[in-house]
Each structure stands twice: as C-alpha cells, then as structure tokens.
C-alpha cells in the first residue's frame, strides 16, 4: 500500500528590522503559543556579550568599532551559520517524525542576509572595515546566500518579516530597556541602520524573489501582534 501521508511544508521566517525595533516582542509571541510545529530562534546576546574569556564584545563593538567590527561580524556570521543548521536539524528531525502536521514554522531573528546587506555595509561604507575584511565576509556570505537560495522550492519556503519601525522610536525603545552593552549605540547610528534596511528590503521588493512581509513596529505590542496575527503564519 502507498502512503499517502505528505510531507510537511517548511516555512522559515526571518525576523528582520532595526536594534530595537520589536522582533523579540514578536519572538516571545510565538514561543508562547507552545506549538510543536513552530521554532524560534533568538539573536544569541549571551554569547555575544559574555564569551569564554569573560570579554563583551557587543560592548566593545559599540564602544571602539574601527577596533572591533571585524572581530564582531565574524563572530554574527558564525551565529548565523549556526542557527542556519540548527533549522536544518530540526527540519530534518520534524519531517521523519511528522504524520499529521500540514506546516512547520521556523522563526529565526535575522539572518545571514541581513547581517550582510545591512551590518557589514554599513560598517564597510563607514569605514570600519578595511577592504579585504569586507572581502572576507563577502565570502561568507556569498556561500551561505546559495543555501538559503536552495531553500525556496516546491516544500520550502523562506521569507522575511520586516518590522518598519523608526529610528527615533527605536532609540526610545533602547534607553527604556538599558543594557548595557548598548549604551554608545547613538540615534545617527540607528538612522544608519535603518536606511540601510530600507534598501535592502526596496531591492527585495523590486527583484522579487523573496517573499517579504512587512509589520509597522511603531505601534504598541498588542497591535503588532495583530497584525502578525494577519498574515496567517500559522
């Protein structure tokens, strides 16, 4: 007898948007409803701030960039490849257990692409890393680019969630919640940032070849969660 059991769709969801712009508020959402077809994986801020040696690096980012940009991106990206396959892990675990669930939903805050298209660019076009630094994560990115473009088949989907929030709103946001590694992040470096994402987010809207969704982060927590509510994730 052939079975007719099919298997699950696979839609990874990138939460994308400005320091401070909302995406844990949208994260914490979803690990609360307790799904067992959903995922979340979190930026890894304890690892960036507390490492082996004790040292912050996040702090030190901020604090002295032309220092530490490449030391930092280096350490994201790994981040990123790391949460890259963590997906890919459990995908492969949920598509030999699953019999019943139509779709599985992963969401993960950022991705490689963003950490390119808009941390790296900034800080190459502002002169924190020198040309073969930039190079280098050129590299890295180029060759985890490809996977993720693999991704999007018959089975598979990816998609960013864009949560358009404003620079000055997030700098509020930033100060209200008073960490410590972010205190030299200044309001001209967050409008940096988020024309860099405009960018980035227009070319994707204009190639379009990668699905974008895009939530207003201006507006309180209940409403955000409304309107991710809209768009039927789930």
Same mark, same amino acid.
């Given at each position: 007898?052939?079975?007719? @059991? ?8 990138? %939460? ?9 508020? %949208? ?31 996040? /702090?030190? !980012? ?7 940009? !490449?030391? !930092?991106?280096?350490?994201? +990206? ?14 492969? =675990?949920? $598509?030999?257990?699953? +019999?019943?669930?139509? %779709? ?27 040309? @073969?630094? !930039? ?23 990816? &998609? ?11 700098? $509020?946001?930033?100060? =209200? /919640? ?15 940032? &988020? &024309?860099?994402?405009?960018?980035? %987010? ?10 974008? $969704? ?7 927590? $209940? ?12």
């Amino acid at each position: 007898m052939i079975s007719t @059991v099919q298997s699950p769709k696979i839609v990874i969801n990138s %939460i994308e948007g400005n320091i401070a712009c909302g995406k844990s508020t %949208i994260l914490d959402y979803m690990s609360s409803r307790n799904k067992k077809n959903t995922h979340c994986l979190q930026e890894p801020i304890a690892e960036w701030t507390n490492m082996k040696s004790g040292t912050d690096l996040l /702090r030190l !980012f901020y604090e002295e960039q032309t220092k530490w940009t !490449f030391a !930092f991106e280096n350490l994201v +990206q790994l981040s990123r490849m790391r949460s890259f396959y963590q997906v890919e892990k459990l995908k492969q =675990k949920y $598509q030999s257990e699953s +019999q019943n669930e139509e %779709i599985m939903n992963f969401f993960v805050e950022r991705s490689i692409l963003s950490s390119y298209n808009v941390f790296t660019l900034n800080s190459f076009q502002e002169n924190k890393l020198n040309q @073969v630094e !930039f190079d280098i994560l050129t590299k890295f990115h180029d060759f985890f680019a490809k996977k993720l473009n693999s991704v999007d088949n018959s089975n598979e989907i990816f &998609q960013i969630i864009y949560i358009k929030t404003s620079p000055e709103v997030c700098f $509020q946001r930033l100060k =209200k /919640r008073n960490r410590q590694s972010e205190n030299e992040i200044s309001l001209d470096y967050l409008r940096n940032i &988020q &024309q860099k994402y405009e960018n980035w %987010i227009n070319r994707l809207l204009e190639e379009n070849n990668t699905r974008v $969704q895009i939530i207003d982060g201006n507006s309180n927590q $209940q409403n955000v969660i409304s309107q991710i509510k809209k768009l039927n994730l789930f």
